[in-house]
Nanobody, 118 residues
Framework: VQLQASGGGLVQAGGSLRLSCEAS????????MSWFRQAPGKEREFVAA???????YYTGSVKGRFAISRDNAKNTVHLQMNNLKPEDTAVYYC?????????????WGQGTLVTVSS
């Protein structure tokens, strides 16, 4: 399994970015997919996830601002990030569950850096 994340960059507070993660190696329609992030000096934290039925989950600080979606035909998961804040600055990692119908993420992309300036 390989994951390729893209879409990070530098944006001003209040701006938007769209992250994408393309997965390869198998079909992922039955697998939960997620985004985590790690800010400098902090531990990796959960941001959002979407399961095999497209049910979505978010951490509280991004609810109403971020939206996760998936395109099973392209084995891709997206994270639309709106109204970005400086505290959203982090390396964002996409993750795929290790087995179908599981929420244990075992496969990770290389990360994409998001920097939000104030």
């Amino acid at each position: 399994v390989q994951l390729q994340a893209s879409g990070g960059g530098l944006v001003q507070a209040g701006g938007s970015l769209r992250l994408s993660c393309e997965a390869s190696g198998r079909t992922f329609s039955d697998y939960a997919m997620s985004w985590f992030r790690q800010a400098p000096g902090k531990e990796r934290e959960f941001v959002a996830a979407i399961n095999w039925s497209s049910r979505t989950y978010y951490t509280g600080s991004v609810k109403g601002r971020f939206a996760i979606s998936r395109d099973n035909a392209k084995n891709t998961v997206h994270l639309q990030m709106n109204n970005l804040k400086p505290e959203d600055t982090a390396v964002y990692y996409c993750g795929v569950a290790k087995s179908a119908y599981s929420y244990e993420y075992d496969y990770w992309g290389q990360g994409t850096l998001v920097t939000v300036s104030s």
